[in-house]
């Protein structure tokens, strides 16, 4: 059986335009911070699963499982909550201050999914009480069976990558500080989110001391051909057209249901995935390029540096070279962050007023995809942990 421990605690998260926002969000420790998201929850198909809930907010908090069956509270399976005749929660919740709750179920489907509060969700949602759960098949291995949704359904990776995308009204967040009516039909982000950061942000590393309260990137790292499973979750109320650049990804799965219909592959491509409320998509997406080399010139002229694009004044992830895995010249006084000769791919939302921080670009719902000469990466780059608070 998996023992999964959660509480639901108060917190900041910062932006990279310098603001501090007061969020809700489930935390995996009863000393550790709010996350935001929450800790990603991996379990395995066929696993008996116990969330504990303990709620440190002033108000009933819970924890709604959507995609999963069977979900009980001690004998009893999940129903709504009223009171006075007034619907309180979609499920049993943990009252507030200290109050606790189990749930208790066992995937049956392996896939992405949502997990968040089933408590006045249009509030406590959008204020960050929300997660990802990953459900392994029952064959899953990590050293000789990695695949999404088990043996025989092509649906094998080399590494692997969650990004939950939400998006922010301080307007509700400073709402709920001082304890005033937040009209949902007003909703109006300013940020947009991935993992709980807005770029530049999410293309730090995991676990930057300076954003604890937002502990995981959304920056996506691979090597040429392999195979790179992208799970996406769309955890606010927005829908989100996401899409990287470099070259489609092949949908093999979404909201925990695998794009096959007995023998038949109902999996496709696509470069624009559109993502929405509540929903979950598996992608796998392959690099593999055209092979040039500094013997093998590429048949067209460079355009003179004046002419290149080096992005915000001193900084850049060009290389100076064209060829993967080199580095050249760049222009006197800019300070280039490509580590090897990487190639650097925008993965992005294409609402553009969705890639600003409150208006200002670039920002918001953007991160990279970001492509390694072959034998760079360590083999822990891109694997999903289990979380601290398994049991």
Request: hydrophobic letters at 30%.
């Amino acid at each position: 059986m998996a023992v999964i421990n959660l509480w639901a605690k108060q917190g900041y998260m910062s932006t990279p335009d310098g603001q501090s926002i007061y969020f809700w969000g489930y935390s995996k420790g009863a000393a550790e911070p709010a996350q935001l998201p929450g800790p990603p929850i991996i379990v395995k198909q066929g696993e008996a699963v116990t969330i504990n809930l303990t709620n440190n907010l002033p108000e009933p908090v819970s924890v709604f499982l959507p995609g999963q069956t069977g979900v009980k509270v001690g004998s009893q399976f999940v129903k709504p909550q009223y009171s006075g005749g007034n619907l309180i929660s979609f499920v049993n919740y943990a009252s507030p201050n200290g109050g606790t709750v189990s749930y208790t179920f066992t995937p049956t489907r392996p896939g992405t999914y949502i997990y968040e509060s089933g408590t006045n969700p249009h509030k406590q949602v959008l204020l960050g009480l929300y997660g990802g759960i990953v459900v392994r098949p029952e064959d899953y291995d990590e050293n000789t069976s990695r695949t999404a949704y088990g043996s025989g359904t092509d649906t094998e990776f080399d590494r692997e990558y969650l990004i939950i995308f939400s998006e922010i009204d301080p307007s509700l967040h400073q709402a709920v500080i001082e304890g005033k009516p937040y009209m949902i039909s007003k909703h109006h982000p300013r940020y947009w989110t991935m993992n709980g950061r807005c770029a530049p942000d999410t293309m730090l590393p995991d676990n930057a001391p300076y954003l604890p309260n937002q502990p995981y990137g959304a920056m996506v790292m691979a090597e040429p051909t392999e195979k790179v499973l992208i799970r996406y979750i769309g955890a606010g109320i927005d829908s989100h057209p996401l899409h990287p650049h470099g070259n489609h990804t092949r949908i093999i799965a979404m909201d925990g249901r695998l794009l096959k219909n007995g023998a038949r592959d109902r999996s496709f491509k696509r470069f624009t995935v559109l993502v929405g409320p509540g929903q979950t998509y598996d992608q796998i997406f392959q690099w593999t390029g055209l092979g040039y080399t500094p013997d093998n010139p590429i048949p067209t002229i460079i355009p003179n540096r004046r002419n290149l694009g080096i992005g915000e004044a001193g900084w850049t992830m060009w290389s100076g070279s064209p060829y993967l895995g080199e580095k050249g010249e760049i222009p006197e006084g800019v300070v280039s962050f490509n580590e090897v000769g990487e190639y650097h791919f925008m993965l992005h939302s294409h609402s553009e007023p969705k890639i600003t921080n409150w208006g200002v670009f670039p920002g918001g719902m953007m991160t990279m995809i970001s492509i390694y000469p072959t034998g760079f990466l360590s083999p822990d780059v891109g694997v999903l942990s289990q979380p601290v608070g398994k049991e």
